[in-house]
T-cell receptor, first 116, second 109 residues
Framework: ETGVTQTPRHLVMGMTNKKSLKCEQH?????MYWYKQSAKKPLELMFV???????ENNSVPSRFSPECPNSSHLFLHLHTLQPEDSALYLC???????????????FGPGTRLTVL | DAKTTQPPSMDCAEGRAANLPCNHS???????VYWYRQIHSQGPQYIIH???NNETNEMASLIITEDRKSSTLILPHATLRDTAVYYC??????????FGKGTRLHILP
């Protein structure tokens, strides 16, 4: 248990569906992250939020839409995805956004997404 | 580009020390080195980090060379539960971090 939870753990969706991934952290952290992990590829940072403001968008297609309503919750809204978007989507949090001492990231278990 | 180099895989006998190397020859003076691991089907887990000095915690030891161009993560008494992919990561100046492909460590019974 890392203090970061993600729901659902598994999701299958068609290309025309709209779905959302949810992440919640119980650590009192101020920064939250979305990562994508495709098969046989390294983890890719998608979005970073610090104090509910988006501070990083790593050239992610607009069919992925993040939302951070408060410092404990992070959503990833999905619409008109492609089969190549099938991957493990990981959420993480850290004390602050700027890396340094005591800023290690705590990861959730991930959502395994399959796009048909 | 992760800008760190790690062997793709390593084997270690259970109960022995696992020594995982990482090359970060272009690291700058104020960049930390972080180590994470990812057990199959789970999110990455923080292990340890360091700047210049060697570090030790309850999970592992981190040995950083004097010129800071490489480091070694040491798991002192490897168990089967240590089978995972281990990532060596540089902290970037602009606060981005990039995970490379890591080292897949197999602990052999």
């Amino acid at each position: 248990e890392t203090g970061v939870t993600q729901t659902p753990r598994h999701l299958v969706m068609g290309m025309t569906n709209k779905k959302s991934l949810k992440c919640e952290q119980h650590l009192g952290h101020n920064a939250m992250y979305w990562y994508k992990q495709s098969a046989k590829k390294p983890l890719e940072l998608m979005f970073v939020y610090s104090l509910e403001e988006r501070v990083e968008n790593n050239s992610v297609p607009s069919r992925f839409s993040p939302e951070c309503p408060n410092s404990s919750h992070l959503f990833l809204h999905l619409h008109t995805l492609q089969p190549e978007d099938s991957a493990l989507y990981l959420c993480a949090s850290s004390q602050t956004w700027t890396w340094g001492l005591y800023n290690e990231q705590f990861f959730g278990p991930g959502t395994r997404l399959t796009v048909l | 580009d992760a800008k760190t180099t790690q062997p793709p895989s390593m084997d270690c006998a259970e109960g022995r020390a696992a020594n995982l190397p990482c090359n970060h020859s272009t690291i700058s003076g104020n960049e930390y080195v972080y180590w994470y691991r990812q057990i199959h089907s789970q999110g990455p887990q923080y292990i340890i980090h360091g700047l210049k000095n060697n570090e030790t915690n309850e999970m592992a030891s981190l040995i950083i060379t004097e010129d800071r161009k490489s480091s070694t993560l040491i798991l002192p008494h490897a168990t089967l539960r240590d089978t995972a992919v281990y990532y060596c990561i540089r902290e970037y100046r602009d606060d981005k971090i990039i995970f490379g492909k890591g080292t897949r460590l197999h602990i052999l019974p």
